[in-house]
């Protein structure tokens, strides 16, 4: 039987919303104890934030739903394209090249399961 869904997000994080959604494609549908260990073992530089959200987000699951921490399972697992910063870099005889450097919006929702 699933429960009442608790989401939380982080806005503005360095990191293009492609190289976040191949960590959270691995998230989705797993425990949070099983999600912890996965993300604390990534090598990405995007694991960082993602692995602070999904803490904060047990905490804020246990206040709000009342249960414990390993009955907890991932349901939603987002990764929105936040504005862009754009630089230039100078280049021979005067040009520059413009360089995008891409922000996200990381968005995750967990569900409580009691067996």
Known sequence: ??????????KYVDSSPYKARR????LKNRSY???????SLMP?????PILNLLRSLGTKAERQ???KRKSLVISTALANQAPTLKRMRPRAQGRGYAIKKRRCHICLGVKSTIN
């Open 1 to 10: 039987m699933l429960l009442q869904e608790v989401q939380c997000t982080v």
């Open 23 to 26: 960590i959270l494609k691995q």
């Open 33 to 39: 104890a099983e999600a912890l260990i996965i993300l």
């Open 44 to 48: 990405y530089k995007a694991s960082y």
């Open 65 to 67: 739903l009342i249960t």
